[in-house]
């Protein structure tokens, strides 16, 4: 079929696509034959002429297999030849090897790897049968998986100002944690920024995580508002680089620290006074909601009250700045990253050693953070945001920026539209 193709096109019949699929094949064809010989000369180099087998050689011809490439789009079959050593399992031909399409198997690999596929079980998958060993199948991750922390870090943060920065640690293993920076821009839609790795969740380790912010070119259009897990040292890092920063103290923590300290028959009674602290809106109704939690622990356990007055008024910043209460639904938790950290989770289950001395922890967090961000909606109650930024001071040139009607296609950063939520 393909010779008749190309004696349609050399007799002048054949219209341009018929021409480029005749171009196609030949091409094809003339590969296939120079890659044939080439292997047959690696063959003969590594076991002897053909019929004469060198006594000193290492290996051994075993037989042919299908072999396949990609060009242009379209596989090429051809019988391969297979080379065995004498006491052991078949050798993988170099110039097979140099001609596969690697950009392909690397985009397999990472596939299968991402989904969950162990690198072990990455063989039975590979669409190409190809017998991959686990050691082939990590450094094919390795390689691909650098192309996310170049992406994510790669990412212009000028462009737009943000107006919240929400931080929050992900425990990887006893001697690894990943600070994760999220920020959410004026018109509510969220960002992936960042992320720093240390060996627990420090001030130096933050420090270094906003040092690089502030080289990437993050700026807030008003005084940031920082929404916070509890760390002390994430808060004295975020206070070094903003003193003027509006600190929200994450709801959610506060209340499991409490529930550590107080007997199971008080969870009703608390867990109404937190829902009352997150339903009430303005500052006078946040300060009495706050008053009664307090007054509700100090006659349980010390402790507990202790931890309600160390957090103070950064349990209510959010109310301080009187913003309406749609936006309390996203803004007095770390939920933004939260529930980016449980898909994070389930990208990374399989991976049950994380090796610090290298940057396995930081292209496997790279490739999370980019991946969850692809299912990112606007905040709750966005359209609410314009007040939050006016009691944050931002300018009107600033504001003129994110209240004009936001398109679909701006509710994510690839340009797919998003249902707001």
Known sequence: MEMDLIRTVLAGQAGVNDCKEALSEALRGIMVKALVDQMKEEVAALCGPHYHPAPEAAHRRAGSASGQFRLNGAEARFARPRVRRKQGREVWLKTYAAVRDAGQVQEEILRAVTSGVSTRDVR??????????????????????????????????????????????????????????????????????????????????????????????????????????????????????????????????????????????????????????????????????????????????????????????????????????????????????????????????????????????????AYAMLTVEQGFHRIYGYHDLPVLLRALGWTEENMARVTGTVTPDQNRGDGTPQKDH
């Open 124 to 365: 039975r998958v590979h669409p190409n049968g190809r017998g991959f060993s686990a050691s082939e199948v990590s450094r094919h991750w390795a390689e691909g998986s650098s192309r996310y922390l170049e992406m994510l870090r790669g990412r212009d943060l000028r462009a737009e100002p943000l107006a919240i920065l929400i931080l929050d640690g992900i425990v990887l293993s006893g001697e690894l944690v990943v600070i994760v920076a999220l920020g959410v821009l004026g018109d509510g839609r969220k960002r992936m920024l960042d992320f720093e790795v240390g060996s627990a969740e420090s001030y130096e380790v933050g420090r270094v995580l906003m040092e690089r912010l502030d080289q990437r070119g993050v700026r807030f259009g008003g005084r940031p508002l920082c929404i916070l897990d509890g760390s002390a040292a994430l808060k004295r890092t975020v206070l070094a680089r903003y003193p003027e920063a509006v600190v929200q103290r994450c709801l959610v923590h506060k209340e499991r620290n409490l529930r550590g300290c107080l007997s199971r028959k008080d969870y009703p009674e608390l867990n109404r006074l937190m829902n009352r602290l997150r339903r009430v809106q303005g500052a006078a109704a946040a300060r009495e909601a706050l008053g009664d939690l307090k007054r509700f622990v100090a006659g349980k356990n010390q402790k507990a009250l202790a931890s309600v007055e160390e957090a103070g008024e950064e349990l209510i910043a959010l109310h301080l700045l009187e913003a309406p209460s749609t936006l309390q639904v996203s803004l007095l938790s770390t939920n933004a990253v939260e529930n980016p950290i449980r898909n994070f989770r389930a990208k990374t289950r399989r991976v049950t050693r994380w090796r610090p001395q290298s940057d396995m922890s930081e292209r496997w967090t």
